[in-house]
């Protein structure tokens, strides 16, 4: 049964761009782990510059070896530091989906 990962990633709004940029490259390496990335929502209202992506995973072990897959690639370090500057906060949280959900 598959699990989710939702993250909600709190960006500063002067790096709007070069996140969304980096994140257009980042998620065709991730994918290639077998992650799927099901939503990708930015806030219109409430604490604005906040992302929120909704990715499904095999199961727990999976988003280890995700993580690892994507440190493994080698503009990783490039990823990262444009990452650092544009992200203020990030907060993972692992879902199971209910069963009356379609």
Same mark, same amino acid.
């Given at each position: ?10 960006? &500063?709004? %002067?790096?709007?761009? *070069?996140?969304? =940029? ?8 991730? !994918? ?26 095999? &199961?727990? %072990?999976?988003?280890? *070896?995700?993580? =690892? ?8 370090? !490039? ?24």
């Amino acid at each position: 049964m598959s699990i989710f990962l939702q993250a909600t990633i709190e960006i &500063d709004g %002067a790096g709007y761009q *070069r996140f969304v =940029q980096t994140m257009a490259e980042w998620v065709p390496i991730i !994918e290639t782990s077998g992650w799927k990335l099901h939503a990708a929502y930015m806030h219109r209202t409430g604490r604005l510059n906040t992302v929120i992506d909704i990715w499904e995973l095999e &199961d727990m %072990a999976h988003m280890d *070896r995700g993580f =690892q897959h994507l440190m493994a690639h080698p503009r990783f370090g !490039e990823f990262k530091r444009v990452l650092d500057e544009t992200v203020k906060r990030e907060t993972l949280v692992v879902l199971q989906k209910f069963s009356y959900a379609s």
